[in-house]
């Protein structure tokens, strides 16, 4: 078991940048690639970022390139995506996911552990 736990998120104004980290806990000296997705108000769970396990690997929904940005350190066990150039539409609750799987993949029905989410409200 891989137990995530995401932070970083709050209240940022439009235009503003945000980090969120996720912190993974439990089995993870097995290589494990992990994504980001949010779900808005009324709206259903999307990919918004992943990457595999060694990093080299990432995978950005077009909604957010070029404004978001995701990494890893895996010495941490840590996750993180920056995000930059935040709009009103970018406001939901981001979760942090993993996979029994080095390699990337946008579909989350293939990812195994999920955290509780974290809110980032952008206001305009």
């Known amino acids: 078991q891989v137990q995530l736990v995401e932070s970083g998120g709050g209240l940022v104004q439009a235009g503003g940048s945000r980090r969120l980290t996720c912190g993974a806990s439990?089995?993870?000296?097995?290589?494990?690639?992990m994504g980001w997705f949010r779900q808005a108000p009324g709206k259903e769970r999307k990919f918004v970022a992943s990457?595999?396990?060694?990093?080299?690997?990432?995978l950005v929904a077009d909604s957010v390139k070029g404004r978001f940005s995701i990494s890893r350190d895996n010495a941490k066990n840590t996750m993180y995506l920056q995000m930059a150039n935040l709009k009103s539409e970018d406001t939901a609750v981001y979760y942090c996911?993993?996979?029994?799987?080095?390699?990337?993949?946008?579909?989350?029905?293939?990812?195994?552990?999920w955290g509780q989410g974290t809110q980032v409200t952008v206001s305009s």
């Open positions: 996911a993993a996979r029994r799987r080095r390699f990337t993949t946008p579909l989350q029905g293939l990812y195994d552990y």
């Open positions: 439990g089995r993870t000296d097995s290589g494990y690639a």
């Open positions: 990457i595999n396990w060694s990093g080299d690997d990432t």
